[in-house]
């Protein structure tokens, strides 16, 4: 359920980070350029004529807050950029331009809040664009979102704005520069912050002179690819009528709480410190949105029990949550939570498959579900549950196989073939 942050591979963090911010100050004199013209937009009045706002739910869903230049890269910085990281840059054709976008939307409650995102613009190209939604996997602090941090979170961004398409990448609610905490695995609400920011994406990429065309090719990794299939069921029942859901591509997504992803926390296909750390986040979060439990200390022992919802607040790195959390599940969970979350029943339940069924439609468009025999985070159970419910509606969604890479390295390979195909449909059109 990772994106920049999988727990296996923290220590790789720190280099790619290095990795970004050499790129981006190679490119310091583009930014410079950029940023030196971009005030009179970031303070353009969202109360301007805006083709969104009739279409918007109520408290203005939607509406674009904000424009902040944030990085400008030329083709070669790009290239560097995503080569030091390891993955394959054929497809890269354009430099690009990247900038945060504050926009209005609603809590799981419904309440009227903000969320911030990343819209990626290529440098050349046509001048109307075809758009990604990209969103991102789990990040326990809201730095690492796609819109604030240099790392992990733009590698997806940067790819495919590089091969000539718009990115929209929502940081989700409570990460980024969005008030509150994250509902972690919250799919409704990351499906609503995620459409928009598609609005909001829709209103900047207008006034920055490079309108989109409407169509969606929807990606997203880990946590972010259960995200883009809950997105796409949303594009294809009209969700907004100016977007138009081309493909769909996620990687490595937990389509299966239930039946794939919480049996594999504890028969050993996910390991022991990703185990840990997503049932944390998990169970803290989706307390706030379900009856889990009446007190901390129903579910952790003690002392995990004091200091988990502290430790989960989006102020905390995994260098930080990490070490001060046990090495097993046995060790963190009460003996009747630990039997509870093998046979969920009530709230943990209701939990579970309010994220769940995110597969359980009929797509209109190709459909690929990427994802690794190697994957000791998210299993690839979960494809292939998510392809058999696909098949279940007369859906073929190839099952693509990365073969013995670990989580994030499922995307490093996955990423360029998903951008090649996503080419390969557009060129049909």
């Given at each position: 359920?990772?994106?920049?942050?999988?727990?296996?591979?923290?220590?790789?963090?720190?280099?790619?980070?290095?990795?970004?911010?050499?790129?981006?100050?190679?490119?310091?004199?583009?930014?410079?350029?950029?940023?030196?013209?971009?005030?009179?937009?970031?303070?353009?009045?969202?109360?301007?004529?805006?083709?969104?706002?009739?279409?918007?739910?109520?408290?203005?869903?939607?509406?674009?807050?904000?424009?902040?230049?944030?990085?400008?890269?030329?083709?070669?910085?790009?290239?560097?950029?995503?080569?030091?990281?390891?993955?394959?840059?054929?497809?890269?054709?354009?430099?690009?331009?990247?900038?945060?976008?504050?926009?209005?939307?609603?809590?799981?409650q419904g309440a009227p809040t903000t969320a911030t995102g990343l819209l990626v613009l290529p440098e050349g190209g046509p001048r109307r664009?075809?758009?990604?939604?990209?969103?991102?996997?789990t990040m326990a602090h809201r730095d690492y979102a796609p819109s604030v941090g240099e790392g992990f979170g733009r590698f997806a961004p940067?790819?495919?704005?590089?091969?000539?398409?718009?990115?929209?990448?929502?940081?989700?609610?409570?990460?980024?520069?969005?008030?509150?905490?994250?509902?972690?695995?919250?799919?409704?609400?990351?499906?609503?912050?995620?459409?928009?920011?598609?609005?909001?994406?829709?209103?900047?990429?207008?006034?920055?002179?490079?309108?989109?065309?409407?169509?969606?090719?929807?990606?997203?990794?880990?946590?972010?690819?259960?995200?883009?299939?809950?997105?796409?069921?949303?594009?294809?029942?009209?969700?907004?009528?100016?977007?138009?859901?081309?493909?769909?591509?996620?990687?490595?997504?937990?389509?299966?709480?239930?039946?794939?992803?919480?049996?594999?926390?504890?028969?050993?296909?996910?390991?022991?410190?990703?185990?840990?750390?997503?049932?944390?986040?998990?169970?803290?979060?989706?307390?706030?949105?379900?009856?889990?439990?009446?007190?901390?200390?129903?579910?952790?022992?003690?002392?995990?029990?004091?200091?988990?919802?502290?430790?989960?607040?989006?102020?905390?790195?995994?260098?930080?949550?990490?070490?001060?959390?046990?090495?097993?599940?046995?060790?963190?969970?009460?003996?009747?939570?630990?039997?509870?979350?093998?046979?969920?029943?009530?709230?943990?339940?209701?939990?579970?498959?309010?994220?769940?069924?995110?597969?359980?439609?009929?797509?209109?468009?190709?459909?690929?579900?990427?994802?690794?025999?190697?994957?000791?985070?998210?299993?690839?159970?979960?494809?292939?549950?998510?392809?058999?419910?696909?098949?279940?509606?007369?859906?073929?969604?190839?099952?693509?196989?990365?073969?013995?890479?670990?989580?994030?390295?499922?995307?490093?390979?996955?990423?360029?073939?998903?951008?090649?195909?996503?080419?390969?449909?557009?060129?049909?059109?």
């Amino acid at each position: 359920m990772d994106n920049d942050t999988s727990p296996t591979n923290r220590r790789t963090r720190q280099g790619r980070r290095r990795v970004a911010r050499r790129a981006t100050a190679a490119a310091a004199a583009m930014v410079l350029a950029a940023l030196g013209t971009a005030p009179a937009l970031a303070q353009q009045p969202s109360g301007a004529p805006d083709a969104t706002r009739p279409h918007a739910a109520a408290h203005g869903r939607g509406n674009l807050l904000g424009v902040t230049p944030v990085a400008a890269l030329d083709r070669a910085a790009v290239a560097r950029f995503l080569a030091q990281s390891g993955m394959d840059t054929g497809t890269v054709r354009h430099g690009l331009r990247a900038y945060r976008l504050t926009y209005r939307t609603v809590t799981p409650q419904g309440a009227p809040t903000t969320a911030t995102g990343l819209l990626v613009l290529p440098e050349g190209g046509p001048r109307r664009l075809d758009l990604v939604s990209d969103t991102h996997g789990t990040m326990a602090h809201r730095d690492y979102a796609p819109s604030v941090g240099e790392g992990f979170g733009r590698f997806a961004p940067y790819l495919h704005a590089s091969a000539g398409r718009a990115v929209a990448a929502p940081d989700y609610l409570g990460l980024g520069k969005g008030p509150g905490r994250h509902p972690y695995m919250d799919t409704k609400s990351a499906v609503t912050a995620s459409v928009d920011m598609l609005r909001a994406s829709r209103t900047a990429a207008r006034q920055l002179r490079r309108p989109l065309t409407g169509d969606v090719y929807a990606s997203g990794f880990s946590q972010g690819g259960q995200v883009a299939m809950a997105l796409g069921r949303a594009l294809d029942k009209g969700v907004d009528r100016h977007f138009r859901l081309r493909a769909l591509a996620p990687v490595s997504g937990p389509y299966d709480i239930e039946h794939a992803e919480t049996p594999a926390l504890f028969d050993g296909r996910v390991n022991d410190t990703s185990a840990v750390f997503y049932m944390t986040y998990y169970l803290t979060a989706q307390s706030r949105l379900h009856p889990l439990y009446k007190d901390t200390s129903e579910a952790f022992r003690k002392p995990y029990a004091d200091i988990v919802d502290r430790l989960f607040d989006t102020n905390h790195t995994e260098e930080e949550i990490i070490p001060a959390l046990p090495a097993t599940l046995k060790e963190l969970l009460t003996d009747d939570y630990y039997r509870r979350m093998q046979h969920p029943t009530g709230g943990l339940l209701a939990a579970a498959r309010a994220q769940d069924g995110n597969c359980d439609w009929k797509p209109d468009v190709p459909v690929r579900l990427h994802t690794s025999s190697g994957d000791t985070d998210v299993p690839i159970a979960n494809a292939r549950n998510c392809a058999a419910d696909l098949a279940s509606h007369g859906v073929e969604a190839p099952v693509v196989d990365q073969g013995g890479v670990d989580h994030n390295g499922t995307y490093m390979k996955a990423g360029p073939q998903i951008v090649r195909w996503f080419d390969e449909l557009a060129g049909r059109r």
